[in-house]
């Protein structure tokens, strides 16, 4: 089943156009692998399925519903029920300062959700288990390393429990030593069947975990395919270009 459709969009800032007719569909299980030089779209992409920018024209559906069907945005509401599927990981974690681990991830499920506290807390406990923090409760994130607070912000997207996690190169502000169990984290999830869109430079992990590799250049996506075919086979020469500066 088809989790994301997006159709033909485009986007502009000023007379840039940003994204030139992207398409491109994300089924259930899928982990997507969105590589591509810097400028390229990537982040804009991401942000625009999430509503944070609005497209131009084109058609994105989540889970079979309309956020804009050629150009037009359902009502407000129906956006707001839309984007509460996607999670989203950003690479500078975004945690609230002032708030303790578990105050952070439970947050946006109390303002959002209708549920109890309890439930609201099993689900806390159960998450920071499985991402290995769970002694850091009620630690405040200028305690944690890099990699400790990447790992709070992936738990904290998993507390909505979306259908599809959005990461937006999640390990380009960590330490070398810290990107690897950010990346374990994001595996364990791909193992879980979790569907994934992972923007990433990490060409190892797209390789093994993604079951499919965009390559996006200059707004388009210049190639796209599992990434047995396009790594070790890239048609285009921009992707092969792209390909030999970065393995
Ligand atoms: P990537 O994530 O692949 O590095 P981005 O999506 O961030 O690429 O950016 C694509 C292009 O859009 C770049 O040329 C960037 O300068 C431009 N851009 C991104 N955000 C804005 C914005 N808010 N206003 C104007 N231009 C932007
Ligand atoms: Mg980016």
């Known amino acids: 089943m088809a989790i994301i459709e997006i159709e033909n969009i485009k986007k502009s800032y000023d007379k840039v156009d940003v994204l030139k007719q992207i398409t491109f569909e994300v089924n259930n299980n899928d ?3 969105v590589i591509g030089p810097s400028g390229s779209g990537k982040s804009t992409m991401l942000r625009c399925l999430v509503d944070l920018e609005k497209i131009d024209g084109g058609s994105i559906r989540v889970c079979g519903e309309e956020l804009v069907k050629d150009g037009i945005y359902s009502p407000p509401q129906k956006i707001k029920q839309i984007t509460t599927k996607m999670g989203m990981v950003f690479q500078h974690f975004n945690l609230f300062p002032h708030l303790t681990v578990k105050e ?15 439930t609201i807390h099993d ?3 159960k998450i920071l288990e499985k991402i290995g923090l769970s ?5 405040y994130p200028a305690k944690l390393s890099g990699g400790q607070k990447q790992r709070v912000a992936i738990a904290r997207a998993l507390m909505m429990e979306p259908e599809i996690l959005l990461f937006d190169e999640p390990t380009s502000a960590l330490d070398p030593e810290l990107t690897g169990e950010v990346l374990e984290v994001m595996k364990d999830l791909a193992e879980e069947k979790m569907t994934m869109i992972v923007v990433t430079h990490e060409m190892g992990f797209a390789k093994e975990v993604a079951n499919k590799v965009i390559f996006m250049d200059n707004g388009v996506i210049e190639e796209s395919g599992p990434p047995s075919s396009l790594f070790t086979n890239p048609q285009s ?5 792209f390909l030999s500066r970065k393995l």
């Open 31 to 33: 982990v997507v692998a």
């Open 104 to 118: 952070n991830i439970e947050l946006a499920p109390k303002l959002v959700k209708k549920e109890s506290a309890a």
């Open 123 to 125: 689900r806390s406990m």
């Open 135 to 139: 002694n850091f409760i009620n630690v």
């Open 237 to 241: 020469l921009r992707t092969k270009a």
